[in-house]
Each structure stands twice: as structure tokens, then as C-alpha cells.
């Protein structure tokens, strides 16, 4: 029964929207880049690059928003290389993506050496404080559950929605989206699929080192080399879950989060007869379920993962 | 009719790639209100100035005036911006977008907060009207017709105001019916003042439906002529540069049955796919079974060739019952085949001629031994197949995919035949090929029902029918009609059995 319970408890729910905050972010990251036909799988780096710069730039004096910019252009920077690789050059997008990770992540752990000498207790900096929206944070449970987050969290609600629409219903959002299902198409109707592949890719980039911010300067509050933790592999296989829908990004990473924030909590009651490790597989057990369900019926890209030369058909 | 002006003007048109002269010195005008048939065989180099002249390609010299303006070269928006519209052979269009999305876009400015639908949908229903170009705007594209594709294709030129239209083997893809309305469709739209070329092989097509012809052969302009002032017979020696004559099929009495279908039924994802279909197929005889595309002949196609087991019903192979089909078995019980869709079920594009022509044998120990595959043989094949079929373009080592769709049919063919089969399955196999190739095809055809082969022609094009089969039954719907000698059959006849309606065809 107490496993029940953990769903009374506003701690739960206010879990939640916390956990789903980077992935959030990470999954309309690469979902942006999807739907413009190239596959980012430099995500897991590019976050942990975003949580490195953007504690370094808030621990050296920064504002933390100056953090969560600096996190974004580091981001879009990687975006830049991977856009060069895989778009003018055509190169494998596995194999450019998963090299900018490696890349990524070692040279994030060199710049974090090289900033902050080695030292038993990690530094820490303070992180962002619970923004408070008068009336609807005092609300009684839903008051606690939902709106006692911090502004970030709130800021990847809102561009999930935001990015929803323009995708639908905004011209830029069909050139995107006509890129990532047939760019001979989207250039015989006079526009530059070149063009708007790098820059969809760049946007999505910066969008995954908001996600890595997210965890150094609202989630945590010191940085450390591993702290990603394949965040940025769970945000590749929602984009496939949503069905490369914003609206749906949003609602998948919820439901990760749910898993997540459900399994610490098991973990408390059950104590220990049951190794921890096999909680910390229940997130992803039940992602593969879901994937299962949903990935059958979602729409792919037809040219996610086509490099696209001019005048070849 | 030919109007007034002359709208566009291809002056002195020269382009090379490598060695090969695609265009020498073409020089070609369009009328306003006309539409020009551009005729040649596949490699005359059609494809090549029709691309330059959207910008897709640069030609190494001269020109092109559209309405008095010299285009610049190599810029397709430039040919947009002065009212040309392209419709190419594979169309460029998102499957799972809608037509209206597939249209508008790129057409608005790219960064506003709305995109504006309503503008677009009653400009895109007043040409629709005008032209009778009917298509569902919210329908999703992939799940439209491949004749509705089309119209959404023209209607994308139509809606950025293209006065001249240019369609590259605009029926390769369509059935006869199909066909027939787009040409309705375009006569209309140059008798509103629209200017049209379009590129075609097909001569009856070329004559029933343009203005004037042009005709092209190995990169030059050899002829131009009023459709009204020429013939078939004219038509097809300018292009091909000799006579060809189809072959003719000789008398034969049929052998014993070896392939045989009784009440036959194949119920795929919940639908009847195949519905009570019964045929004879005999030694020695050609069964042509004729329809338009779409209706179950795919199916058929699997069933006689091992890939779908029926779901009720008998079906026999050389007098044994087929209870658990599978492709090899059916292979070497001696059925060759030309599948439908060359690229897709009959080749592998990347891999080389040698290995395509032996793959389907690779386990007989003439190609492999001990699990290793013997490439002398299987190269040493592959030769004799280039040699006896005249298959041009490549050796046994050029990859498939370098070949033209007709040498491609050939060395399909030709694996099939090298080895005497006893059933030759032949699914529309002159579909997309050139004259000169289509008749090398029925020839082969004929040969192989000459040594005594059982022939099944699964086929949409009436004249193909007439001149191959013995017998022939139509499918519609899923189901086949009772067989007619083909000495009984005529054109009309027979578009009435492909419309259903048996009785009174009987």
C-alpha cells in the first residue's frame, strides 16, 4: 500500500517537473534538429559542455542567467561543428554526432580542471531559488506540486509550447519541417534546405546545453564530470516516443520524470531488500515499454539522416 | 492552337558531360497556347536540356529567353521568377505533409507568426476550378494516388504563377486511364493560354495529344513535326534512326498445365487481396492477365511466385498442391521472373551485375561451393548474359544501379532465360523502357515461349497484351474473369473486361 501512497505526496510532483526539466529541454534540442533531417547524437556532450560553462561562468562572478546564455552559445557553437560536418560535407551523422560526445564531454572535464584546482568537497555556487507566482503558488497541493519550480523549469514548459506552434502553424516551422521530410522538395519550392538545416541544428544544440545548465545551476549546485548520466540518450529516444512533436516532448519527458521521481521514492519504503540498482532501471525498463507502444505509430522524418546534395535525386 | 508569340526560346544548346555530348547545338522554340512533345528514347538527352533550362544544370553554351528575358543560367529560382514550372519524373514531394503544406511552402515570408491558410486555400480552389485540377488540400500526400500526386505537382507550379509548364515523362508513373485524363487536363490548360512542353517516349501519346513534336536523338534535334502531319511508323524511325518492328507471335499448340489455380483466395491484414481467381497456365502458351494497376495484380505476382501462400483454395505447381511456398523452392522448380518494380524487388542498386545475376541462385552449386561463393562463374554468367541479351552500359563488375532501366529489364530478364525456365513470370515488363528496348523484351519473351516455357504476362498496356498472349483474363478487384482466346479480343473488349464488366464483354 505505501507504494501507493508516494502518489499523495506533493514531494512526488514537484519531482517531477524538476527531473523533466533538462529533458525537456534536450528532447526539443534534438527534436528541432530531427525535424530538420539531421540526428544529433553529440546531445550527450553538448549537455554536459552546457553544465560545465554555465556553473564556470556563475562560479567566476556571472549571473546565473548569464550562466544558462553562456551554456546556450557553448551549445550552439557544438551545433556549429556538427551543422559543418554532417550538412555541407555530408559526413555520418552517428558517427559526427557520437564523436562531438566523446569530444565534448573529455574537454568539459579538461576546462573544469583547469579552472577549479582538485579539492575534496566539490566548490558550489547558488543555484536558482524557487521562483514564486503569487495566487497560483499558494494554491493548496497543485499550488506546491506544480508552481514552486525555478525559472528554467518554467521557461522549458513555455518553449515546448511555443516550439509546438511554430512548428504547426508558422511558415519557418514548414520550411523545417518540408526539409526534414524531402529537401529536393523543399529546394525546388525555392527554399535553401542547406541553410535551414545548420541553422535548426545550431538552435537545437543550444537548447541541449540550456538542458545541461539546468543541472548545475537550478538542479545541483556544483559540477561534476558525469552528471549527465545519459540524460541526453533518453532525450533521443523521446523525440521517437513524442513522435517528434513538441507537444508531445513534453509530455513524454513528464512521464520519464514520473518513473524517475516514483523509483527514489520506492526505493525508501523497500528499503534494503532489493539492490537500489534494480530501481534505477525502472525509468528505463518502462521507456522501452512506452517506446515500444508509441514508436509503432509515430511518423519518422523521411530524410532524417539523408545528407542532402544539391542537383542528386 | 499555336497562338501569337514565341513564349520560349533554347538557343544553340550545347553541354557535355565528360566525353558524352547530352545536347549538340539544340535550338528549340515554344509557342504560346501550344504543347510540344518532346520525343526521343532514354539517353537522347531530354532530361538534360529540360534541366538546363529550369537551371538545374549550366550548359556550356548558349541561351535561354523566356518572354523576351535571357534567363541567367543555373538559377532555378530565376526560372521560377519568370513563370516556368517544372514537374519532374519523380516528384518532389513530403509524403507526410498535406497538399496545401506541400504547396505554400516556401512561398511566404519565412519569419511571421502565422502562416496564411485561407489566402492560400482560395487561391489553390480557383485554379483547381480552373484547370479541373481536383485535390482534397488537407489530404496528407502520401496517402494520394500516384495520378494525384501529379495534379498536386502541377498545381505547385500552377500556384507560384508558371505560364510555361514542363513535364518530364509525365505517364512513366500513371495507368492508361490515368494517363488519358492528364492529357484532357493539359490540352485544357494550353487552350487557356498555358504553354506546355512535356517529354514522352510513347508515340501514340505524343501523337494523340501534342501540338507539335520535336524529336531528339543522341543529343541532337533530327526532326520537327506537326502531330497532325505525321505517323507512328515516321515517328519511331526518327527516333531510334532505323526501323524497328515489333515481333511477332507465331502459332503454337499449347503443352500440358503446369501451373494451376482453383478458387484461389489470399486475404492479407483483414483484406481480400485475391478472391476466388482460377487459372490454367499451359506449356508452350503466353496467359496475359490485364487490369489497371492496383488491383491485386502485386498480390498475384507473390502468390505465383512463392512470396504469399494462398488462404484458401488450391494452387498447383507442375501438378503438386503448394502448401508451404517459398521463393527458392519456386526458383528452382524452374520459375523465372520479372518482378514489377525492377529497383525494388529485382535488383540490388549497389551491388555489381555479376552478383545480381546469380543472387537469386547462390545456392545452386554451379555458384557457390562449401559456402563460398565462386566468382569466376559467377562473373563468367554474367557475361553470357551481357552478351546474349545485349545488355549495354557496363560490364559484370559495374554496379546495377549504373545501368538504364531498360539494359537493367534486360539483364533481369536475361538471368531468367539463361537457364531455360519451364514458368517465365513477366510482371509489366516493358513498363518505362523505350521502344527499342520493348522490343527486344517481346522478343525474348517470345523466344522463351517458343522453347516450350509456360509465359504468365501480368501487364496494363492493351497492345502489349494483343501482341504477346495466347489467352487473356482480366483482373479487377481482386478477381480474374473467365479466359478469352485472344483471337476473340479487341481493344474494346478487352477495356470492358478491365472495367468489370464480364458479361457483356462475353
Known sequence: MDALYIFASVGLWAAILRIATPLIFGTLGALMSERAGVLNLGIEGIMTFGAMIGWLTVYHGGDLWLGLLAAAVAGGVFGILHALLTVPLGLSQHVTGLGITLFASSLSYFIFRLCVPVSGTPPTIVPFQVLHIPGLSDLPFVGEAVFRQTAPTYLAVILALVLAYVLARTPLGLAIRLVGENPHAAESQGLDPIRIRIGAIIFGSSLMGLGGAFLTLSAFNSFFPTMVQGRGWVSIALVVFASWRPERALLGALLFALFDAYQLRLQQIVGKAVPYQVFLMIPYLMSIAALLVMARRARVPQALMQPFRRGER | ?506
Open chain 2, 1 to 506: 492552337m499555336t497562338g501569337s508569340g514565341v513564349v520560349l526560346r533554347l538557343d544553340a544548346i550545347t553541354k557535355r558531360f565528360g566525353s558524352l555530348v547530352a545536347n549538340d547545338d539544340v535550338t528549340l522554340e515554344l509557342h504560346q497556347g501550344e504543347l510540344l512533345a518532346l520525343l526521343g528514347e532514354n539517353g537522347a538527352g531530354k532530361t538534360t536540356l529540360m534541366n538546363i533550362l529550369f537551371g538545374h544544370y549550366t550548359a556550356d553554351s548558349g541561351s535561354v529567353t523566356a518572354f523576351g528575358r535571357l534567363l541567367p543560367p543555373g538559377h532555378p529560382r530565376a526560372a521560377i521568377a519568370a513563370g516556368i514550372g517544372m514537374v519532374h519524373q519523380h516528384f518532389a514531394l513530403a509524403g507526410n505533409l498535406s497538399v496545401i503544406e506541400n504547396i505554400i511552402a516556401g512561398t511566404e515570408r519565412m519569419f511571421r507568426w502565422r502562416s496564411d491558410q485561407s489566402k492560400a486555400r482560395a487561391k489553390l480552389a480557383e485554379i483547381s476550378d480552373r484547370f479541373g485540377l481536383r485535390v482534397d488540400p488537407d489530404a496528407r500526400v502520401g496517402d494520394l494516388s500516384v495520378g494525384e500526386r501529379q495534379r498536386v505537382e502541377i498545381l505547385k507550379s500552377l500556384y507560384r504563377d508558371a505560364r510555361i509548364l514542363i513535364l518530364d515523362e509525365p505517364t512513366a508513373v500513371l495507368t492508361h486511364q490515368e494517363a488519358e485524363k492528364l492529357y484532357e487536363t493539359l490540352r485544357a490548360m494550353a487552350q487557356k493560354g498555358l504553354s506546355l512542353i512535356f517529354i514522352s517516349h510513347k508515340l501514340h501519346e505524343v501523337l494523340a495529344a501534342a501540338d507539335r513534336v520535336t524529336v531528339l536523338r543522341g543529343g541532337k534535334v533530327v526532326a520537327e513535326r506537326r502531330a497532325g502531319d505525321t505517323s507512328k511508323d515516321e515517328l519511331a524511325e526518327l527516333m531510334i534512326g532505323r526501323r524497328v518492328a515489333r515481333p511477332v507471335r507465331d502459332k503454337r499448340e499449347p503443352g500440358p498445365v503446369v501451373m494451376q489455380a482453383t478458387a484461389t483466395s489470399i486475404v492479407a491484414g483483414g483484406t481480400a487481396k485475391l478472391s476466388d481467381i482460377s487459372f490454367e497456365l499451359h506449356a508452350g502458351e503466353t496467359l496475359g492477365i490485364i487490369g489497371v494497376s492496383g488491383n491485386g495484380q502485386a498480390t498475384l505476382g507473390q502468390l505465383v511466385c512463392g512470396l504469399a501462400r494462398p488462404t484458401s483454395g488450391r494452387f498447383e505447381l507442375l501438378g503438386q498442391a503448394v502448401v508451404s511456398p517459398s521463393p527458392r523452392r519456386f526458383v528452382s522448380a524452374g520459375i523465372g521472373r520479372i518482378p514489377e518494380d525492377r529497383n525494388a524487388n529485382g535488383a540490388v542498386g549497389e551491388m555489381s551485375v555479376w552478383e545480381n545475376a546469380v543472387l537469386e541462385r547462390i545456392r545452386s552449386p554451379r555458384f557457390s561451393v562449401a559456402g563460398l561463393v565462386r566468382r569466376a562463374a559467377g562473373r563468367t554468367f554474367a557475361q553470357t548474359i551481357i552478351d546474349r541479351f545485349d545488355v549495354r552500359g557496363g560490364g559484370p563488375d559495374t554496379p546495377i544501379r549504373l545501368l538504364s532501366g531498360g539494359n537493367m529489364q534486360k539483364l533481369i530478364l536475361g538471368r531468367s532465360l539463361e537457364t531455360t525456365p519451364r514458368i517465365l513470370i513477366a510482371a509489366q515488363p516493358t513498363r518505362g523502357l523505350d521502344e527499342g528496348a520493348v522490343a527486344a523484351v517481346h522478343e525474348e519473351i517470345l523466344a522463351a515461349r517458343r522453347a516450350g516455357a509456360a509465359v504468365l504476362l501480368i501487364s496494363e498496356d492493351l497492345d502489349e497484351i494483343l501482341e504477346l498472349a495466347d489467352r487473356v483474363q482480366a483482373i479487377v478487384k481482386g478477381r480474374l474473369s473467365p479466359s478469352v482466346p485472344i483471337g476473340d479480343a479487341d481493344p474494346r473488349r478487352l477495356g470492358l473486361m478491365m472495367a468489370g464488366v464480364w458479361q457483356e464483354a462475353a
